[in-house]
């Protein structure tokens, strides 16, 4: 019941791309705090900066302000699910995978 539930909230958050657009202050919140981390890294500054990019552009574009919200304050395993993914897709999206 449990993973019928997580598909129906991840299904219910992707398909909001027709209102995706996150405000212009959590994009830059997301990609900052996201430089902050990554710069810990140690891989060089460009691949940070397209890593977050792509991180910050994913949410602006599958998320708004409060489907964000709900995903941050909502089920601590579903947020990190979503999180593993987008590491995923831009890690591999920029050749670092």
Known sequence: MKKILVIVVLTLLFTNIS????????????????????????????????YCKCSADHFDNNYNDNSLNALVEGERAVYNDVVAFVVSKCRSEIGFE
Request: proline fraction near 0%; charge should be neutral; glycine fraction near 4%.
């Open 19 to 50: 209102y995706s657009k996150i405000s212009k202050v959590y994009y830059e919140e997301l990609h900052d705090s996201c430089m902050i981390e990554a710069l810990k890294a140690n891989v060089g500054y460009m691949i940070t900066k397209n």
